[in-house]
């Protein structure tokens, strides 16, 4: 194994910054552990004994909680008085809740101490700020245990659980250094917090803790990777630096756009809100498939982890992961182009990246195919063409966009369209070629996942769309639609609701002097890299011909591979007029650049940022009947979280497993748990104060059937703003009210 070079003076900067990181990662999670237990000593009942109990009357642990001070908890079916006849088990409710049980409880000794909890439903427990037990999901009564070391003297317990209707069993044991045998913790033991206490205080501070107990691996991680990039070599550094610099002034750019205004996106999606559920099951152990279906693969879930495990599922932390993943899309697009087409190709292609207004719209919605899209795409793109020299690296690219369609089935466009471009450009010589049997294999491999997947559970597949083509008269409105997209209409009104600026075919009319003069330099003044604006060319157009087959309606997200390739084709026409053109004109070429470039950015900046800041933003309704209305409403859940916020529900349902996307996207607004939708209880738990539905048919649909699963009158439909009643339907309880599990008092 090869001794990686590098000067004396560089391995000690890596020496000295992996030992001041992993220093300030653990004295960081020191304290954090330390601010728990000094937060929980503040709030501690001075002389009584027990644990302290939030009790909520709903699974979700939101609204107002009754308190208790209770022994630790013992309590089982068994040990309940028998029903009367025609009654229900005494002490049972027949709507799920929740609770949190808080105290310390006093080791006598040191050693290693056995942890356990039986009780059906979520459990979580906390020990000193740390997380000992997790299985927030449903399951039948059973025993989950943790082995701790524990010094002698109090330890935080915090115990969260989650009784299903018509349940009513929770018990807390230990086994302590030499004990033959489990056993209750005695009360005398258990000192309880007292009301003052926050448990959502505490969660943020066990958040806190985790934060930096991840960073106490990640930041050195992080520092010597930048030390073998960067710092190993700082002369070959700053050469690079100087050289790209007019790209890193662009990728600048673009990050101002997609990073530092992020916050003003006032839209996430139920997917992305989903995915960050995933993520945290994935944190507790979940297997790589748990949750996928035909349309979403779990890819993007496991990208989602880090940013999860350092600040939980939070809306701007999904914004600013896509908005960086499009920013490292780039990087990609700027290596592959500037191997095969040179620097003008590369600074320009990167400039329209960067600036065109709906590629920088749909960087920063974190859905799955909007930002990890791109950069399989380009990743990918760059092995292939590193594959010429060495080909086995064709079969990880093919791994990377078989990884697309395995998490989307949107991505088959990557293999299709360019594949189909490279067989019309070599005329079929690129069969020839190991690449693309490489590309084919990896793809494969990728796919065979998927492909067990499907073949095992046909019963829960969706149809091929491509295997209909009467889904081709469509495609005039898929071409009208992705014009729209381009000029940044359609996304101005998803956004806004207005557009100040009318750029109604000024994107469109450049894109389309970009390709006929390509189509004219491929016939009067084609060279060895014709091949490039040929294969674009024939993407582009290949891939307007599928999406009628491989997309329901004509949302304009589905046309972000589409914007890519225009933005390619436009970057690509700059750099060959500029080299077509006589030197006294070139001059004119890069200002007429930089003017588009200018254009993008105003008509960007007027008709979304100053419009949404100035008006808030009120989305508009697509009056198109191929545009999706619900997916329309997916990208407004902030609105509806204000909104529900003044009315001050404290428990939201949505009735169904599809429409939960919109549930936790509500909840993460609302900066509530997602956990809870890990279980069957996240929908008619009969404790909501609301209910919020899609207006469209399949929403009406599901709202029935919700009204159905309830008492009659027991719902009504509540008026909603304009800007939001034609996107939502809001039902509010009006009888009977939720009773309060105040008689579960009786059982202790």
């Known amino acids: 194994m090869a001794i990686i070079r590098a000067s004396l003076r560089s391995w000690l900067l890596l020496l000295t910054g992996l030992v001041i990181l992993t220093g300030l990662a653990w004295w960081q999670a020191w304290d954090a552990r330390r601010a728990v237990l000094e937060y929980a000593s503040a709030h501690v009942q001075t002389g009584k004994r027990g644990m302290g109990v939030w009790l909520y009357d709903n699974p979700f642990q939101t609204g107002e909680a009754r308190f208790f001070t209770k022994p630790p908890p013992n309590l089982h079916k068994d040990r309940l008085p028998p029903p009367e006849p025609g009654h229900l088990p005494a002490k049972q409710r027949p709507y799920p809740f929740a609770w949190r049980w808080i105290g310390f409880i006093n080791a006598p000794a040191q050693g290693q101490y056995l942890l356990g909890v039986f009780a059906p439903e979520g459990i979580r427990l906390y020990v000193d700020g740390r997380e000992a037990i997790e299985r927030w999901e449903a399951k039948s009564p059973r025993d989950e245990m943790a082995l701790l070391k524990l010094e002698p003297g109090p330890h935080l317990i915090d115990l969260a659980n989650v009784q299903r209707e018509h349940r009513l069993e929770l018990t807390l044991f230990w086994a302590p250094p030499g004990a033959r045998d489990r056993e209750l913790i005695p009360i005398d033991l258990a000192t309880p917090l007292a009301a003052t206490a926050s448990p959502p205080r505490l969660d943020v501070m066990y958040q806190a803790l985790l934060r930096w107990r991840a960073l106490l691996w990640l930041l050195p991680l992080a520092w010597l990777g930048l030390w073998l990039l960067a710092l190993r070599n700082p002369q070959r550094t700053r050469r690079l630096l100087k050289e790209h610099r007019w790209f890193l002034a662009i990728l600048g750019l673009a990050a101002l756009l997609r990073l530092a205004w992020g916050a003003t996106v006032h839209g996430i999606s139920g997917e992305s809100a989903f995915f960050a559920w995933r993520a945290e099951l994935v944190l507790q152990g979940a297997w790589p498939f748990q949750g996928m279906n035909t349309r979403v693969g779990p890819f993007w879930d496991y990208v989602l982890t880090l940013p999860t495990v350092l600040f939980g599922p939070t809306a701007w932390g999904l914004r600013a992961m896509a908005a960086a993943m499009n920013l490292l899309a780039m990087v990609f697009a700027y290596r592959v182009l500037l191997r095969e087409a040179g620097k003008p190709t590369a600074l320009a292609a990167a400039l329209m990246l960067a600036a065109l207004p709906a590629l920088v719209m749909f960087s920063r919605m974190p859905v799955e195919f909007m930002a990890l899209g791109p950069l399989l795409f380009f990743a990918g793109l760059d092995l292939f063409s590193l594959a010429r020299r060495k080909p086995p690296l064709a079969v990880l690219g093919g791994v990377l966009w078989g990884l697309g ?292 048919p399949e929403g009406r649909r599901i709202m029935r059937e919700f009204i159905d699963g309830h008492k009659p009158k027991e719902f009504r439909q509540s008026p909603l703003p304009p800007s939001l009643a034609n996107k939502y339907i809001l039902l509010e309880r009006v009888g009977p009210e939720v009773e309060h599990p105040s008689d579960l008092d009786g059982v202790w």
């Open 405 to 696: 369609m395995f998490n989307h089935s949107v991505f088959v466009v990557f293999p299709a369209t360019l594949g189909l471009a490279a067989l019309a450009v070599s005329r079929l010589k690129v069969l020839k070629s190991p690449i693309p049997w490489g590309a084919a294999l990896g793809f494969g491999l990728a796919m065979l996942p998927r492909l067990w997947d499907r073949l095992s559970h046909p019963e829960v597949q969706d149809d091929l769309s491509f295997l209909d083509p009467a889904r081709l008269r469509e495609l005039g409105g898929f071409v009208m639609s992705y014009l729209k997209a381009l000029d940044g209409e359609l996304v101005y009104q998803l956004f806004t609701g207005q557009l100040l600026i009318f750029t109604w075919w000024v994107i469109p009319a450049v894109l389309a002097a970009a390709a006929l003069l390509l189509v004219w330099g491929l016939i009067f003044r084609r060279d060895d890299g014709s091949w490039l604006e040929a294969a674009l060319i024939i993407a582009l157009v290949a891939y307007l011909l599928m999406a009628p087959l491989g997309a329901p309606t004509a949302n304009p997200r589905y046309f972000a591979y589409a914007l890519i390739l225009t933005a390619l084709i436009l970057g690509r026409a700059w750099a060959r007029s500029w080299q077509w053109s006589p030197p006294a004109i070139r001059k004119g070429v890069l200002a007429g650049l930089l003017a588009f470039s200018c254009f993008c950015l105003a008509s960007l900046g007027v008709n979304y940022f100053y419009a949404h800041l100035a008006t808030g933003g009120l989305p508009l309704a697509w009056n198109d009947p191929l545009l999706d209305h619900t997916s329309d409403a997916w990208m407004n859940h902030d609105l509806l979280a204000r909104e529900l916020a003044k009315r001050g529900y404290p428990v939201v349902a949505t009735a169904d497993y599809w429409h939960h996307t919109l549930h936790l996207a509500l909840n993460l607004y609302q900066g509530r748990p997602l956990k809870f939708q890990a279980v069957s209880w996240a929908s008619r738990s009969h404790t909501e104060r609301a209910a919020v539905f899609y207006n469209s």
